[in-house]
Structure formats: C-alpha cells, structure tokens
C-alpha cells in the first residue's frame, strides 16, 4: 500500500518561494504519474500539475509560470516550487499518485500540508 | 476548461435512505470521471473512477454511472459513516478539475 507524506514550512511571505517535498513509501516512483493538488477555502481543490517518473510534466496554465515540479527516483522524493506566492497560494497542499489506467483518477492521497502566505 | 457543476450543494439524508448525486460538465467527459469522498481535515478518497468503477476496498452501496457530460452518484442504503461531502472529477481535459462538492449530512 503506498503511502504519501508531504512537508513544507507552513508559512511564507508574499512574494518568496513556497518550497513542499512528498515522501512515497511501500512502493517506488517508477511507472506511475505523480500529482499535486490544493484546496482553499475560497477555490476548493485545485489541480496543480503532474510529472511523470522520467520527468515529463503538464502543469495547469494558470500556474504554469510559477511553477516547478521535480522527482528524485534515488529518494522516492517529489518537489513542488511555487514562485512569486501571495495570499491567494494559502491553501492545504496534497501529493497524489495518479495511475495511468482507465479514469486517470488521483488514487491514493497525502494527508496535506497546510501552507499559510502572510507577512 | 471543463467546469464541474453538481447538485445538490448540500442534502440531508437518513440511515438506509437512497442518495443521488449529479455532476454535469461542461464538455463531454466521458471515460474519465471520478468520484471522491471527502471528510473534515482528511484528503480525498477515490470511490468510482471512469465513471462506474469501484475503487478496491469501497463498498458496493456506492455506484456510479452517465456519460458525455452527466453522471451521477448513488449510494444505496445510506450509513452514519457515509457523512461527508462527495465531489467529482475530470482527467478528460487539461487542465484537470473538480466539482464544488455536494455534502450530505445524516
């Protein structure tokens, strides 16, 4: 049973970089798509973007300029980066796994980070 | 992008009851709708995906069924533990969306 655990500061000033890695145990990266996803209170869940075990990514374009994800296969470790972050980034922050069968559906989940943009 | 609209907001139900979720997209997004149930301060689980699938371990009181651009979600016999609020998803189209959510309370 994979298992998912994001980590990240929990607060950051506006205009800086929101930095969250996520764990993957009981299994590895390889073969599968890896996601993030958000919810605020104000927008609901939000799809950021997917990276591929080989590093391939979609990101959602209303991101896409801000945002860098990354995989390290060696440390079953995913990254986000998100730059330039404002109030509107505050929102809980969940790593999925999103397996390329039938549905394309996020699969197994992180319990979420909560990530607070304030000065 | 595909907009996700479900009705109810909101409904309130008893133990045993038959409840019926809607989703509606806004472009056809056939196979590729999924259900999640979500509580307070917990991720998402996946209960349907392409539509009428049955994620492993989800019991059977929960189905799922449309096409193109309207589906929906039954549960069949209603359980205390069932309280939640239920949202539905698309990996039809970048970038990927989800409903706002319809919460059922017992």
């Known amino acids: 049973q994979v298992q998912l655990q994001e980590s990240g500061p929990g607060l950051v000033k506006p205009s800086e970089t929101l930095a969250l890695t996520c764990t993957v145990s009981?299994?590895?990266?390889?073969?599968?798509?890896w996601t993030w996803i958000r919810q605020s209170p104000g927008k609901g869940l939000e799809w950021l973007g997917y990276?591929?075990?080989?590093?391939?990514?979609v990101y959602n374009p209303s991101l896409e300029r801000r945002l860098t994800m990354s995989v390290d296969t060696s440390r079953n470790l995913l990254s986000l980066i998100l730059r330039s972050v404002t109030a509107a980034d505050t929102a809980v922050y969940f790593c999925?796994?999103?397996?390329?069968?039938?549905?394309?559906?996020?699969?197994?989940w992180g319990q979420g980070t909560l990530v607070t943009v304030s000065s | 992008d595909v907009q996700l609209t479900q009705s109810p907001s909101s409904l309130s139900a008893s133990v045993g009851d038959r409840v019926t979720i809607a989703c509606r997209a806004s472009?056809?997004?056939?196979?590729?709708l999924n259900w999640y149930q979500q509580k307070p301060g917990k991720a998402p689980k996946l209960l349907i995906y392409?539509?009428?699938t049955l994620q492993s371990g989800v019991p059977s009181r929960f189905s799922g069924s449309g096409s193109g651009t309207d589906f929906t979600l039954t549960i069949n016999g209603l359980h205390p533990e069932d309280s939640a609020t239920y949202l539905c998803?698309?990996?039809?189209?970048?970038?990927?969306?989800f409903g706002p959510g319809t919460k059922v309370e017992i």
């Open positions: 999925a796994r999103l397996p390329d069968f039938s549905g394309w559906p996020f699969d197994s």
């Open positions: 009981g299994g590895t990266l390889s073969g599968h798509y």
């Open positions: 990276i591929h075990y080989d590093e391939r990514t």
């Open positions: 472009q056809t997004s056939s196979p590729s």
């Open positions: 392409a539509v009428s």
């Open positions: 998803q698309q990996s039809h189209s970048f970038p990927y969306t």
